[in-house]
T-cell receptor, first 114, second 114 residues
């Protein structure tokens, strides 16, 4: 069985400060892990993906995430927040051959203060 | 390469009516999945299609149905609409029927049932 937990439903940071969005997962197999971003009234856009290669994954728009097997975590970070980063972020885990087994986290809403 | 397209983008229906939503995947993608997104339930898996065959179905009533055509385009139908069907319906495509594949999402169809 697999599951994913996004530890914060809402994160607020000031523009120019670091961003940390936390995600823990549980999986019986070697998982693939994803972070998606959703801007208001838009679909989900892939930020980055981990598939058992390098544990530090770089994504678009300056985001990166580190896969830590010992901590079963896949936290998303960005050194300096921009106003355009305000959105909903979803951590996703998949370890199976079917899209029906993809598990979405509940989402973290990121707010950026001027 | 064009992204996933969904039509229509917005719909308003009344209870008891039926609705058909359409999704055109990225060229070359043969797998299409549908999701329902609501503030209360988050992202929930509806169906997955690959090569015109429904591979999996989520925990939704029989009022929700879908199909995939030979060109990989997919439609979903909801009959006898209920107020609770108001949601953002997202379609995602991937190259193969494999949960480890990156899913590319369309912008969604926002359905409002009055």
């Amino acid at each position: 069985a697999q599951s994913v937990t996004q530890l914060d439903s809402h994160v607020s940071v000031s523009e120019g400060t670091p961003v940390l969005l936390r995600c823990n997962y549980s999986s019986s197999y070697s998982p693939s892990l994803f972070w998606y971003v959703q801007h208001p009234n838009k679909g989900l856009q892939l930020l980055l993906k981990y598939t058992s290669a390098a544990t530090l994954v770089k994504g678009i728009n300056g985001f990166e995430a580190e896969f830590k097997k010992s901590e079963t975590s896949f936290h998303l970070t960005k050194p300096s927040a921009h106003m355009s980063d305000a959105a909903e972020y979803f951590c996703v885990v998949s370890a199976a051959s079917s899209a029906s087994k993809i598990i979405f986290g509940s989402g973290t809403r990121l707010s950026i203060r001027p | 390469k064009a992204g996933v397209t969904q039509t229509p983008r917005y719909l308003i229906k009344t209870r008891g009516q039926q609705v058909t939503l359409s999704c055109s995947p990225i060229s070359g993608h043969r797998s299409v999945s549908w999701y329902q997104q609501t503030p209360g339930q988050g992202l929930q898996f509806l169906f997955e299609y690959f090569s015109e065959t429904q591979r999996n179905k989520g925990n939704f009533p029989g009022r929700f149905s879908g199909r995939q055509f030979s060109n990989s385009r997919s439609e979903m139908n909801v009959s006898t609409l209920e107020l609770g069907d108001s949601a953002l319906y997202l379609c995602a495509s991937s190259f193969r029927d494999d949960g480890r594949q990156t899913q590319y999402f369309g912008p969604g169809t926002r359905l409002l049932v009055l």
